[in-house]
């Protein structure tokens, strides 16, 4: 009779489903493109889904200019929903029932990203060129063609 034996090992975790990494870009959304650093769970999800890729924070870098917002859908990562999980029981972050905000917590935390130039420098370079321009209402108004599919 023949045996098998497994040795676990350690595995790696991408950066983009480890929950600090995510808790700071969310931190990052609400202060760079949130309005008054608050934003609904859709735009969470729509920024979570384009820091994914050059081609769709460049989507969203010309909807912001242009004011209008074409992408028919994006994705819900389940690692969002875990990060804002955490930041929520960690008091980075306040749900509201339009979505979250930063605490007085997550401002502490937030200064400490905006500090330092390195940490996490591409994605605050996008959010800052997107800025303020994607507004929940653009968010919204896609998100309502959705009932018709």
Request: net charge positive; aromatic share 6%; glycine share 6%.
């Amino acid at each position: 009779m023949m045996k098998l034996k497994f040795t676990q090992r350690p595995m790696p975790v991408l950066a983009e489903h480890r929950t600090l990494y995510k808790i700071s870009q969310i931190l990052l959304v609400l202060h760079l493109c949130g309005r008054a650093e608050k934003c609904s769970l859709l735009k969470l999800h729509l920024f979570n889904w384009a820091l994914k890729s050059e081609r769709r924070l460049a989507s969203l870098k010309e909807a912001s200019r242009k004011g209008v917002l074409t992408l028919p859908v994006w994705g819900f990562d389940p690692a969002l929903a875990i990060a804002l999980k955490f930041a929520v029981e960690d008091q980075l972050v306040t749900a509201l029932s339009t979505g979250v905000e930063i605490s007085v917590k997550g401002q502490d935390f937030l200064s400490f990203l905006l500090k330092d130039k390195d940490l996490l420098s591409p994605e605050k370079t996008s959010l800052r060129i997107i800025g303020k321009g994607i507004s929940e209402k653009m968010v919204d108004s896609v998100a309502k063609g959705w009932d018709a599919l």
